[in-house]
Each structure stands twice: as structure tokens, then as C-alpha cells.
T-cell receptor
Framework: GAVVSQHPSRVICKSGTSVKIECRSL??????MFWYRQFPKQSLMLMAT?????????EQGVEKDKFLINHASLTLSTLTVTSAHPEDSSFYIC??????????FGQGTRLTVV | GDSVTQMEGPVTLSEEAFLTINCTYT??????LFWYVQYPGEGLQLLLK?????DKGSNKGFEATYRKETTSFHLEKGSVQVSDSAVYFC?????????????FGTGTQLKVEL
């Protein structure tokens, strides 16, 4: 199946700093990517829909200025957590889609803010 | 809105035992239904899917039948193995395809022991 690579897999950062997470579709063009957040023992919560060449669509309650999403090409979307705080510590997962394909998920990024 | 409810875990079974993980959903229209599996330290992988009522999805010995009358998509396997230990997520796509955002259940952790 198709491969989606997410980097880094783990990151520890200090409060107040920003962290960038990359999501790449390695062998197909992804017109749409989704970013999810997963809390311990809870489901994946959709944060935003990232469309190539246009602004991301954020779900209700997600701060767009805090979670910056850029989808500059058909193979790359980035999520930047700005001015991170301990409550932002979580597992972030991306998925990549083409118009007619199933969702392919990245490996996830474990963010710890200290 | 759309929602997915699945049984809480963790579920602990002995090898070769029968597995059932219940999943029910609420959605408008006719959603597609999915089971995803997340092995430790990895992203989600599609396990099986069904796109219309009475369809049966199957893969690696797992199967689930789309039951519109009971709005259910229960996951079953006749004989589990230690390697099946993972977290299983039930999900739906309300537009009926894989290229749209998914609504997930909370996940059920399965632990299979010798």
C-alpha cells in the first residue's frame, strides 16, 4: 500500500518554543491531508483538514494560530505547534488521501513539552 | 453529528480464543465503515472496510459485517494470536469514500497471551 512518512516520531521541547511536524506521502500525490490528535486512552480527534494550495480548515475548538498547517505541495503537509505548553503534549497523527483512495496514516509524533 | 461507539478495553484473551469487539455508529446517510489497527509505536493501518449494508469486510482472519438495521460493525476473529495484540479502532466516513475525514471510536486495546 501507499506510504506516508511522518517526522519526527518523538520530540521533546521546552515550553514557549515551536515544533514542526512533517507529513509526507512518499509514492502518491495527496490533495488532502488530515491532522489528528490522540490523547491517552482516547480516540483520534480531528484537528484540521489540509488542502494543497489553500488554507487549512480547522475543526471547532482548535486554535488556528497555535496549530499552523501548511500544505505547500502535493506530497508534504506540516503542522507547527507554536508557543508550546505542557497541555499540548500529545500524540499527533497525519493521514494522506487522494481523491479516490483510502486514508494512509503516518507513524505519529509523540510531542512532550517540558 | 456522526459518532462511533466501541467497547472499552483492555481486552485480554488467551491465544486461539474467539474475539469480538463491538462497534455501533450514528451517521446521516450511508457511511462507509472501517476497522483500523495500531500496533505499538506505529501509525494506524487499515484492517478492513465495508461500504454498504450487508457487506462483509475481511482481512488476516478478521471480519466485520455492515449491519444497517442495528447500526453495527462488530469485529470478530475466530482464533487470535499473540501478534494480534494492538489497539483496534472502528471508524466511519460519512461521505462513503476513503478520501474524506474519518470519525473514530475510542479504540479498544487487545492483549493476547500465551
Amino acid at each position: 500500500g501507499a506510504v506516508v512518512s511522518q517526522h519526527p516520531s518523538r520530540v521533546i521541547c521546552k515550553s514557549g518554543t515551536s515544533v514542526k511536524i512533517e507529513c509526507r506521502s512518499l509514492d502518491f500525490q495527496a490533495t488532502t491531508m488530515f491532522w489528528y490528535r490522540q490523547f491517552p486512552k482516547q480516540s483520534l480527534m480531528l484537528m484540521a483538514t489540509s488542502n494543497e494550495g489553500s488554507k487549512a480548515t480547522y475543526e471547532q475548538g482548535v486554535e488556528k494560530d497555535k496549530f499552523l498547517i501548511n500544505h505547500a505541495s502535493l506530497t508534504l503537509s506540516t503542522l507547527t505547534v507554536t508557543s508550546a505548553h505542557p497541555e499540548d503534549s500529545s500524540f499527533y497523527i497525519c493521514s494522506a488521501h487522494d481523491l479516490n483512495t483510502e486514508a494512509f496514516f503516518g507513524q505519529g509524533t509523540r510531542l512532550t513539552v517540558v | 453529528g456522526d459518532s462511533v461507539t466501541q467497547m472499552e478495553g483492555p481486552v485480554t484473551l488467551s491465544e486461539e480464543a474467539f474475539l469480538t469487539i463491538n462497534c455501533t455508529y450514528t451517521a446521516t446517510g450511508y457511511p462507509s465503515l472501517f476497522w483500523y489497527v495500531q500496533y505499538p509505536g506505529e501509525g494506524l493501518q487499515l484492517l478492513l472496510k465495508a461500504t454498504k449494508a450487508d457487506d462483509k469486510g475481511s482481512n488476516k482472519g478478521f471480519e466485520a459485517t455492515y449491519r444497517k438495521e442495528t447500526t453495527s460493525f462488530h469485529l470478530e476473529k475466530g482464533s487470535v494470536q499473540v501478534s494480534d495484540s494492538a489497539v483496534y479502532f472502528c471508524a466511519l466516513s460519512s461521505r462513503g469514500g476513503g478520501g474524506n475525514k474519518l470519525t473514530f471510536g475510542t479504540g479498544t486495546q487487545l492483549k493476547v497471551e500465551l
